[in-house]
DNA sequence: ACCTGAACACCGTTCAAGT
DNA sequence: ACCTGAACACCGTTCAAGT
């Protein structure tokens, strides 16, 4: 059987969107590949290295939003990007809040946040500050949507919530521009 | 042996606490009540309903500020408790964002979220509002934290993320007010 | 280099039985 | 009402062996 890091990767989302997280088990992965579990370990190392892999796969799956477009909209691109990856994977989302965003698809894509917040005025050394705020909001905001935690409220009230919260940012950060004026 | 919901429960958060989640079975958590697994099952229905009695306990051991302290007081006074939580028990905190906040824990906490924002002089009809998206932003910034997502970056650089995190809401919310003096 | 077979020490849960 | 014993269908992982 011809095997690979990325063919597992791709066996083991597919498993989970179709039967969730807890269906993941090495040994079920590797049935899917149609080779026996041991098999997998050479290229993932362990179930945690399955899971790295997995989470690394789905950040690097965000869009890039074109840089032509107003920051505004690239932030929001971004946000809906992150909601609809939450809802295909919650359980694979929320692992995203449990390991360090140093990894180089975490990295890449927070240089997307970087630039969109740079060209929107934020001043430089604010700049990973604000980063680091927007997206602890964001990945709270689309894990809490996706894991249940708002399963009371419609999908237009909480609409409603993030297009409030960017106005709050917004504010704060027009704020710091007014006063370079 | 005299075992029941509250001693499970007991049982469960020491040995999360002591050895990790990974370690929470429903066969360890009987071995250290000096039962057999299956004894567990009356009291708590199956593991998924073990481990939801452990985020109601953990919510319910969130602190009730006094109504006398400033609202901002209140609110910073929640927000410490969330993060010194998340930090003794990261597995099991990330489950809150997992299920609905339509539980008697959640519902509590919520009060007391929703009296520190309207004593803050957020009008009436959006606290709600305004208590989601805080809590979200809470929830996703002390699981980040317990959870290693910021693992780079020092306790006095957190605080201040905070500490700004905070002005950010009272100038959004100070501006509520200001318009009705 | 890469995959396999057998084995070890675990899981959650059901079901009938005991007291 | 509450706990037990035995059993079923699973886990992750190691290790020696095969090619």
């Known amino acids: 059987m011809a095997i690979n890091r990325d063919a597992i ?17 090495m040994r079920a992965v590797a049935a899917r590949l149609g080779v026996t579990p041991m098999a997998l370990y050479r290229h ?3 179930k945690q290295g399955l899971l ?3 989470v690394e796969r789905l950040l690097d799956e965000l869009p890039s939003p074109d840089a032509s477009l107003a920051p505004d909209e690239r932030l ?12 295909r994977h919650p359980d694979v989302f929320v692992m995203l809040l449990r390991r360090p965003a140093t990894t ?8 997307r946040v970087y630039a969109a917040l740079a060209d929107a005025g934020v001043p430089e050394d604010l700049v990973p500050r604000v980063e680091r705020l927007v997206s602890t909001f964001m990945l709270g905001f689309a894990a809490s949507e996706a894991g249940g935690r708002f399963a009371q409220h419609s999908r237009a009230t909480l609409d409603a919530d993030l297009a409030w919260a960017l106005e709050v940012v917004r504010g704060a950060l027009g704020g710091g521009r007014r006063s370079a004026e």
Chains 1, 2 share one sequence.
């Open 52 to 54: 790295d892999g997995v």
């Open 44 to 46: 993932v190392g362990d």
């Open 104 to 111: 180089p698809a975490s990295l890449r894509a927070r240089e």
């Open 76 to 87: 929001r691109e971004l946000a809906g990007a992150l909601r609809s990856t939450a809802r």
């Open 9 to 25: 990767l791709d066996a083991t989302l597919a498993l989970a969107e179709e039967r969730g997280l807890d269906a993941v088990s």
